[in-house]
């Protein structure tokens, strides 16, 4: 199930001559699962690792197994949750770092980083470049940036359906510390307080190419700004 490469920005190929399908280009955008938040002195979560992959060549009629990471829970007076990756075919992104407590006090690396406790003492993981950024004290890092103190990383605005993914996880002492979407990709926000952390989003998988007439299959099919998308909520296969 190779990809063919990348070439420059274009239209798709679509039909040949004599009615046969050639190559044709797609994008996909492909995030992970989000860190979980921590609980008791806790710290958010780190986004799920995004990337997106433009102007791929892909051969039609072939099939592409598709991964939707699940995101962390939150930590019952405990460390948040760890969540997982996602993938397209042989391209994953890494889940977001899971966020510190009081106990275990230094985030966890991820696709963005999970913050440290948010009483201090800890270190903030790391995120993996070109994915995410760096988590702080209580606080994950996102797509969009990385951290500060107890201020959540930025997330991502995807411009093909205009979606939002990828926050870090915030920090709330009794408030603040609720679920995420599911499908968000963001960080599960920490409580400084007893109790349980927020939980992270899932991930997401989407796959668009020119033109709004369906050519390929799999995952939800809508049409916006003169191109198709496939949205995967969940694991499946896209078949060019």
Known sequence: MPLLGTRAAGSVYGYGRGGGRGPYAIEYMVAAGGGGGGATSGAGGGAGGLQVFSDVDVAPDTPYSITIGSGGSGGSNAVGGS??????????????????????????PGGSGGGSGSAGGGSAGSGISGQGNSGAQGAGGGKGGGAGYQSPGPGYTYPINSGFYSRGGGYGNNTGYNPQPANSAHGGPGRGAGGTGGSAGSGIVIVSYDGETQVGTGGSVSTSGGRTLHTFNSSGEFVS
């Not at 992104?93 to 275990?104: D, H, I, L, P, V």
């Open 83 to 108: 969540g997982s990756n996602s993938s397209f075919g042989p391209q994953s992104s890494t889940a977001g770092g899971r966020g510190a407590n009081s106990s275990s006090r230094n985030g966890n």
